[in-house]
């Protein structure tokens, strides 16, 4: 090097460790110690001055993450030790046979015994090799002897340092030196994993690309580590914690524990899982599990279970391996929340307003601790684009309490033609004509209330909670009433005498009493629960609010024109259409005259109703709620319409936009999700006496 351009030199250098100091704030730790802007800043920095002296670009330069052409193919790589895999457990008795088992040959008491618990990343095991401090080649864990070279993308996850830090290069370190300096061939083991959000974001923007999509964010990094050219792993967001190690030189001393050895590795600016946690005794091995599946929905990547291993590395070369697996080291398996089964048929499900929905029946098969054998399919787009076929074996989701999914079918099982999967020209229900929405993709049965299908889903529609409201008549009440012909259209409900109901299956004298004072009582409401009630296509309770709130009247809702249907709030062309559609059936008509007739009747609108100054200075007017958890003084729907009078809006999911959560008993994961965001919680004591404050 000539002698002028040491400054530059020594600056290059100093920028290097700059960079990898932030980086690992940001990456790793998730603590941003400095803006962006100036991130930039000294990047362009090293870039200037590595164009200006291109011998000093070395592999460990952050300017050198992505590689430039792209390989013809992959090369594989031995391991210089193998990688062993995981024995399962998959009950707690499996855990104290594990557990027994290691007391024994190692001749201790159990309650002495420690273990560090970790969750088992779903993703793919890699080896990455240090020499010197710097990063020289990855590879994946292949059949655990040989794997693939996969450095060229590897080196493109920015949590994974290009030089692992030493004394030197980490400032604010004033530990002994030979503490950090690492030995000269280090071989580190982890986890690749994708996040759920860049999973789905990936997703997103392959299927707009007309680009194949991934079944789960597994699939996605082992897609995208199976990359040739570096640019594409660049973009898609890797992650990794480390875990294991493989070769290492003799100029090292391992610590004495596994917990110790994560601890070395974070400082060599290693990431590692942030939730390990050391444990001793059975109880706390149950307890972290019990307490890691609590959250598992709510972690921001996807785990399988949880890893323990034996705290002790002594005791770990004692116990030694099986042919295959560690013997001081277990992974205890959540319920899979993913599993294959054979997609048997597809039933078509005629709605309310007549929509046809596909419904997967499945060969029964256990998916998150239940047994499955009806999925959604969402709908026929959906099963285009995938070409789901009856026959297939699919892959069947149920995370948390989400309905279960048919995520797609497994195309590698299909061993013969099958057929591709078209919708019924004809109601399954009634044989009407099926009629193709425009420029939607919803099939309906164009039978109306003589389908049979509607006619019952119209009528279980109008007595439910959020409609009419009545009492004690389930769904299988009134399919007898309906199909004895005594309930045949809505203002048949009150003509009901107790005589009629105490004849059918499982009724009496006094459930019938009941059901008809509940009937009875139905009939003081409100236009807003009226308008919703008829089952109008598209009118949920919020348009049949809006509409309330606007015409104030019946008759003006009724009369009004397709021009005045669209100035109400949330009411577009299709909606207004419906509305206008729905009440010009003369039939319509007739059932509205025979419900009034019954005497239905509500409060009359005033413009009181609406929004004064005073509601907008309450904290919850305009904000977003969540409501969770097991309410006691109240249902969840009373505590949502406290809210929306409140001028509050209140949505399903917690995420960065929610205001507040409101959490009763039992909340789960909306609650440690909206601890983890620092979105304010109430409690339900709290939320009422906000209310009575503001009465
Ligand atoms: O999170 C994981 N998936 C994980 C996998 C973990 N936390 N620890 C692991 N430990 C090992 C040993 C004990 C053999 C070093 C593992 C794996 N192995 C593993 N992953 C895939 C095959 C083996």
Same mark, same amino acid.
């Given at each position: 090097m000539n002698h002028q351009n040491s400054a530059e030199f020594e600056q290059l250098n100093s920028i290097k460790s700059e960079l990898a100091r932030l980086n690992y704030a940001y990456y790793v730790l998730d603590a941003p110690i400095e803006s962006d802007a100036y991130y930039d800043e000294l990047y362009q920095k090293l870039k200037s001055i590595e164009e200006q002296f291109?011998?000093?670009?070395?592999?460990?330069?952050?300017?050198?993450r992505i590689g430039g052409q792209p390989l013809e193919q992959f090369e594989s790589v031995t391991h210089s030790k193998q990688m062993f895999s995981l024995e399962n457990a998959f009950s707690n008795e499996d855990m104290q046979a594990f557990i027994k088992r290691i007391q024994e040959r190692l001749e201790v008491?159990? $309650?002495t015994l420690e273990f560090v618990a970790e969750p088992k990343m779903d993703g793919l095991a890699i080896s990455i090799r240090y020499e010197n401090g710097v990063l020289v080649q990855a590879a994946t864990r292949? $059949?655990?002897?040989t794997g693939e070279d996969v450095t060229h993308n590897i080196r493109t996850i920015r949590s994974i340092p290009l030089k692992l830090f030493t004394a030197n290069s980490s400032k604010n370190n004033s530990r002994h030196e030979s503490e950090l300096e690492p030995p000269q061939v280090l071989e580190v083991r982890g986890e690749i994993f994708m996040s759920k959000t860049s999973f789905e974001n990936l997703n997103k923007k392959q299927a707009e690309l007309g680009q194949k999509t991934f079944a789960n964010p597994r699939n996605a990094a082992a897609g995208t580590l199976r990359q040739l050219d570096s640019k594409i792993a660049a973009k898609r967001n890797l992650s990794l914690y480390l875990y294991g190690w493989g070769e290492i030189s003799d100029d090292y001393q391992w610590p004495e524990t596994y917990a110790e050895v994560l601890t070395q590795l974070k400082k060599w600016g290693l990431p590692t899982h942030p939730l390990a946690d050391t444990l001793i005794g059975l109880d706390a091995i149950e307890d972290y599990y019990d307490r890691l599946q609590a959250q598992r929905n709510a972690l921001p990547y996807e785990i399988d279970g949880i890893v323990y291993k034996l705290n002790k590395i002594k005791g770990q070369e004692t116990l030694g391996f099986t042919s295959k697996a560690p013997r001081w080291a277990i992974a205890r398996k959540f319920p899979a929340q993913e599993v294959w089964t054979e997609l048997l048929g597809i039933d078509i499900q005629v709605g309310r307003t007549g929509a046809l929905t596909p419904v997967a029946r499945l060969k029964p098969v256990e998916v998150g601790g239940v047994v499955v054998s009806n999925a959604t399919l969402h709908n026929l787009d959906e099963i285009q684009r995938k070409d789901t076929r009856v026959g297939d074996w699919v892959i069947v989701r149920r995370a948390g309490d989400v309905i279960p999914e048919v995520v797609g079918p497994v195309l590698a099982k299909r061993k013969s033609e099958l057929a591709q999967f078209e919708m019924p020209e004809a109601c399954p229900v009634c044989n009407s004509e099926v009629i193709k929405e425009e420029d939607k993709a919803v099939y309906r049965c164009s039978g109306g209330l003589f389908c049979p299908a509607q006619a019952k889903r119209a009528l279980q529609h109008f007595v439910s909670r959020k409609a009419m409201d009545i009492q004690g008549l389930g769904n299988k009440l009134i399919n007898q009433l309906n199909d004895r012909g005594l309930l045949k259209h809505p203002n048949d409900f009150y003509a009901l005498t107790i005589e009629q109901l105490a004849e059918l299956d499982r009724m009496a004298v006094k459930s019938a009493t009941n059901v008809i004072q509940a009937i009875e009582a139905s009939k003081e409401t409100t236009l807003q629960r009226f308008l919703f009630s008829l089952g109008i296509p598209e009118v949920g309770e919020v348009t049949a609010k809006n509409l309330a709130n606007h015409f104030k009247s019946l008759d003006k809702v009724m009369e009004a024109s397709l021009e005045a249907l669209i100035e109400v709030d949330d009411v577009g062309d299709i909606v207004a259409h419906h509305i206008e559609t729905f009440f010009a059936q003369p039939h319509n008509q007739e059932v509205i005259q025979g419900l009034i007739h019954a005497g239905i009747h509500w409060p009359e609108i005033t413009d009181k109703t609406e929004t004064n100054a005073a509601l907008a200075?309450?904290?919850?007017?305009g904000k977003t709620v969540v409501i969770t958890g097991t309410l006691e003084t109240m249902g969840r729907s009373d505590a949502k319409a406290h809210f929306e009078a409140l001028g509050a809006k209140v949505t399903g999911s917690v995420s960065k936009k929610t205001d507040y959560l409101l959490a009763g008993e039992k909340a789960g994961s909306k609650l440690s999700k909206a601890e983890s965001l620092g979105v304010t919680v109430l409690s339900e004591q709290l939320f009422i006496s906000q209310i009575e404050a503001l009465n």
């Open positions: 291109p011998e000093w670009v070395t592999a460990d330069s952050p300017t050198q008491s159990s $309650d292949g $059949d655990g002897v200075e309450n904290p919850f007017f």
